[in-house]
């Protein structure tokens, strides 16, 4: 049973899905995790970025979870976000690394001889997982190497391609509009490099202030056709699910109805849990349920995520939350009071009226 009455607007040709979440018989949706083990092609057992934190991260998968095998994304595919210059980079850098070894692109990134077959994967990956939600079913893409960092020229924070980025570019054939969010600790330069001049994507990224890549500060707004469709929200070290929670409330939950997107995708890093070793932020595995909830309950239909970050004991947690909130749960949001510094950020927004143009 589809999820969705199809209609055609805005664009000949392309498809626009509209919610029937009013319709009880509807709001039920199935899930399913993309996933396999031809991601351990890429690894450099000791690094953050390793086959076994996939590993930890695939223990919160629930035993009868829907697995799907992924398939590889194309050099076409690719080329809807990245230049042929840095796809053919990454080939040869893959093909010229010695048998066994990791070959560093630079002090954060690596590849290994197998590193080009598995990020095709990973962003094949992330498109099946747009896929089978356009198709009415919510699908996390458990994937590695992450993505978001990636920019169309450059490989750098673990990133060689930018998986969600690829996805979106491909779901826009069909669809009109794509809202994408962000909750990674680190800022998603890449993805927002990617669409920042487009109206058709509105990226919203909620991240830890003043760490890696160092962007995603609210005066990058978007430019030209993209002007005001890109929101950001950098939160203090120590935040907790009650900040996260009120930037989605007030901030994101709104822009997103105004944007009125056919598809939402989630680029689900989990690196703000609490003793994460790459952050510094509190959240604890529910809270990632509990924003879960939020876009679901939200979105136009269902949802597609694509794990990037996450290094830390609580992440298998983490992802059964989320993968129990795609099920219908629902979590109470932890972490006490709001800090007065996103409080005053998201006035900052209400006030000036950003959520998106009219």
Not at 25 to 38: K, N
Not at 72 to 80: C, F, G, I, N, V
Not at 212 to 240: H, Q, V
Request: contains cysteine; charged residues 20%; hydrophobic residues 40%.
């Amino acid at each position: 049973m589809r999820h969705y009455r199809e209609l055609a607007v805005r664009h000949p040709g392309r498809r626009r899905f509209i919610s029937c979440a009013g319709d009880p018989a509807l709001i039920a949706m199935p899930y399913s995790v993309v996933t396999g083990d031809v991601f351990a092609g890429h690894d450099d057992p000791g690094h953050p970025e390793s086959q076994a934190r996939l590993e930890a991260a695939l223990a919160g998968v629930p035993a009868g979870a829907r697995r799907v095998p992924p398939e590889q994304a194309t050099t076409r595919d690719l080329a809807r976000v990245h230049t042929h210059r840095h796809i053919a980079a990454i080939h040869s850098f893959c093909r010229e690394c010695p048998p066994g070894r990791a070959c560093y692109i630079d002090p954060d990134t690596y590849v290994t001889r197998g590193s080009f077959d598995a990020a095709l994967y990973a962003a094949g990956a992330a498109s099946q997982a747009v896929d089978r939600a356009l198709g009415g079913e919510h699908s996390f893409a458990l994937v590695r190497p992450p993505g978001h960092h990636a920019t169309p020229d450059r490989a750098m924070g673990f990133c060689l391609f930018n998986n969600a980025a690829v996805a979106t570019a491909r779901a826009l054939r069909e669809v009109d509009r794509v809202a994408i969010v962000d909750w990674d600790v680190h800022h998603g330069n890449g993805t927002e490099m990617a669409f920042y001049t487009s109206d058709r994507v509105l990226y919203c990224s909620v991240h830890q202030m003043g760490i890696f890549p160092g962007t995603g500060w609210p005066d990058e707004r978007g430019a030209g056709p993209g002007a005001g469709y890109t929101i950001n929200a950098p939160l203090e070290p120590g935040s907790t699910g009650a900040d996260y929670t009120l930037v989605f409330r007030e901030v994101f939950i709104p822009a997103i109805r105004r944007f009125e997107p056919d598809l939402v995708v989630v680029s689900a890093g989990q690196d703000a849990l609490a003793g994460d070793p790459l952050g510094s932020m509190l959240l604890e595995p529910g809270d990632f349920g509990v924003l879960a909830g939020m876009l679901a309950d939200a979105g136009p239909g269902a949802l597609a995520l694509v794990l990037e970050g996450g290094y830390g004991r609580l992440h298998a947690g983490a992802v059964g939350a989320i993968i129990a909130a795609l099920d219908g749960a629902r979590f109470t949001p932890g972490g006490g009071e709001p800090k007065a510094s996103t409080r005053q950020l998201v006035e900052t927004y209400i006030g000036v009226g950003r959520a998106v143009p009219a």
